[in-house]
């Protein structure tokens, strides 16, 4: 069974560091890409970057290059999500999800983690 | 960038109605690359349509999508209670950014 089991909950003040996590399972984590997906409170879906865990090939969207930093390690099944300087702006829920190589022919996202909620506030 | 806008924001329909939900991008998306969510309040999104038109792995038959270019529409044919929650339609394009959504039509019981 595919899964991804994303780390839980944060409560952050603004200026600190913060560190998401998605692991995945029951597949091969190396050969799909994995993408962040940012849910603003009572808001659409916005998509933040994507990773190619086999060889951390990372793509990002301009609203979120040089705010977060996306990474993976490989060895651990296990892809990162992460802020240097969070701000208030950043509260909202993330999701990661997978998605199958772009030598498919299909764009889309299978399956989703459970999302971690991040609240950033004084 | 390639903007989505989905149709119309909320849909009130009864169980065992058809619903037709519309997502209209800015510039022509290849059908490969549009696909369809559904997402339920304290849930993830689910994948419910990839390619336009093909289902998910476990998506009943009521589902289906169609469309090209500019114009793609979800069909629900008998809505089922389970059925009522936030729909969203994605597309991949080449220009940055390379994902986008839409806003979502909430379809919700009358």
């Known amino acids: 069974e595919v899964q991804l089991v994303q780390s839980g909950a944060e409560v952050k003040k603004p200026g600190e560091s913060l560190k998401l996590s998605c692991k995945g399972s029951g597949y091969s984590f190396t050969s799909y890409w994995i993408a962040w997906v940012r849910q603003m409170p009572v808001k659409g879906l916005e998509w933040v970057g994507i990773i190619y865990p086999g060889d951390s090939d990372t793509r990002y969207s301009p609203s979120f290059q040089g705010q977060v930093t996306i990474s993976a390690d490989k060895s651990i099944d296990t892809a990162y999500l992460q802020w240097n300087s969070l701000k208030a702006s950043d509260t909202a829920i993330y999701y990661c999800?997978?998605?199958?190589?772009?030598?498919?022919?299909?764009?889309?996202?299978?399956?989703w983690g459970q999302g971690a909620l991040v609240t950033v506030s004084s | 960038e390639i903007v989505l806008t989905q149709s119309p924001g909320t849909l009130s329909l009864s169980p065992g109605e058809r619903a037709t939900l519309s997502c209209r991008a800015s510039?022509?998306?290849?059908?490969?690359?549009l696909a369809w969510y559904q997402q339920k309040p304290g849930q993830a999104p689910r994948l419910l349509i990839y390619g336009a038109s093909s289902r998910a792995t476990g998506i009943p038959d009521r589902f289906s999508g169609s469309g090209s270019g500019t114009d793609f529409t979800l069909t629900i044919s008998r809505l089922e209670p389970e059925d009522f929650a936030v729909y969203y339609c994605?597309?991949?394009?080449?220009?940055?950014?390379?994902?986008?959504f839409g806003q979502g039509t909430k379809l919700e019981i009358k």
């Open positions: 510039q022509s998306v290849s059908s490969s690359y």
């Open positions: 994605q597309q991949y394009g080449s220009s940055p950014p390379l994902y986008s």
């Open positions: 999800a997978r998605h199958p190589k772009y030598s498919s022919g299909y764009r889309y996202f299978d399956f």
